[in-house]
């Protein structure tokens, strides 16, 4: 019989290792064998079911099981899951999460993209300021919008990115919104506006919010007031992406309303290595659904409420 099927042995190992807590190299002075044995010892038992790593998460890390489900579901690289306490209260744990995981994967001498919106505000105020990041630079990949607060507008929310982080940062001397696709082409060919989209394009990571149906849609009441349920009655849009609206396969909309949006294309934002989405809101969950279907996001960072609806 093989040391590997003496059963007593492994149990022995394994008690040694796991409950007297006794190092490998102990237990192989020991037992009279070499260090490496005992590493394959323990691998066996294992693999015998003799010993069962279980992880106790649910009080530290509640959503675990949450989170998987919809990586799993939508083929996403990660889902960070906060909990639901109401709109205003989650988009502050949303920006204090998203924050978190800006910090564990920037690199010094990358270029962030960043879009607008109120999430995207929440992310910028929760930064700490004791690291500091001076070879990063952050760029707007959306232009203003119209009369709303200035805060949310894209090159604010990147100068207190870098402010936070003493890092570069780049403005977009441009609305997110024009008369017409010629005023449009004709923004897009300025030199200074290339310039700042070329930035946007070469991003090594992009953090961007995913906005609702039109009804609930900021931009939306900005330039359309009341009339804004009519002007998408026969349309396909679920929501936007960088103010460009998109069907529930996370695709382009039909709507002649993204001929006229100075922002990041689609197609463009896709070849970003990650793209972070922050967004919650039952009212959101076919745009962020239609984000997931159509690889948009690489990462989704969300609240339970909206995380549990993307399952159904």
């Not at 044995?37 to 015998?48: F, G, V």
């Not at 959306?142 to 207190?160: F, Q």
């Not at 002007?231 to 996370?250: A, L, P, Q, R, S």
């Not at 967004?279 to 690889?295: D, N, Q, Y």
Request: with cysteine.
């Amino acid at each position: 019989m093989s040391f590997f099927e003496d059963r007593r042995l492994l149990v022995k190992v394994a008690h040694m290792y796991y409950e007297e807590g006794a190092t490998q190299s102990q237990i192989a002075d020991e037992i009279g064998v070499s260090r490496s044995l005992i590493s394959k010892y323990l691998a066996k038992a294992r693999e015998l079911g003799i010993v069962e790593i279980i992880i106790h998460d649910e009080t530290i890390h509640p959503f675990r099981q949450l989170e998987g489900k919809i990586e799993r579901m939508y083929g996403l690289r990660e889902v960070v899951c906060v909990p639901n306490l109401g709109n205003e209260s989650s988009k502050s744990r949303l920006g204090a999460a998203a924050s978190k995981y800006l910090l564990r994967v920037i690199r010094d001498g990358q270029t962030i993209g960043i879009s607008s919106g109120t999430t995207l505000h929440e992310v910028a105020k929760a930064l700490p300021t004791n690291q500091h990041f001076p070879s990063v630079t952050f760029v707007p990949i959306v232009g203003g919008m119209g009369n709303e607060r200035v805060d949310i507008h894209a090159n604010h929310i990147v100068a207190k990115f870098a402010e936070s982080l003493q890092a570069q940062y780049r403005l977009l001397h441009a609305p997110v919104m024009v008369d017409s696709k010629e005023a449009r082409d004709i923004f897009m060919r300025q030199t200074s506006i290339q310039e700042i989209f070329t930035m946007g394009e070469k991003s090594n990571i992009a953090i961007v919010g995913i906005g609702a149906t039109p009804e609930h849609s900021t931009m939306v009441h900005s330039y359309l007031g009341q009339e804004q349920t009519e002007y998408f009655d026969d349309t396909d849009v679920v929501g936007d992406i960088c103010y460009n609206f998109i069907n529930k396969e996370g695709k382009p909309s039909s709507s002649s309303w993204n001929e006229r949006v100075i922002s990041l294309e689609l197609e463009k934002l896709r070849e970003i290595p990650l793209v972070v989405g922050v967004a919650c809101g039952l009212e959101k969950v076919k745009s962020i659904r239609a984000a997931l279907e159509g690889k948009l996001v690489h990462v989704l960072i969300t609240d339970e409420q909206t995380a549990k609806a993307l399952l159904d």
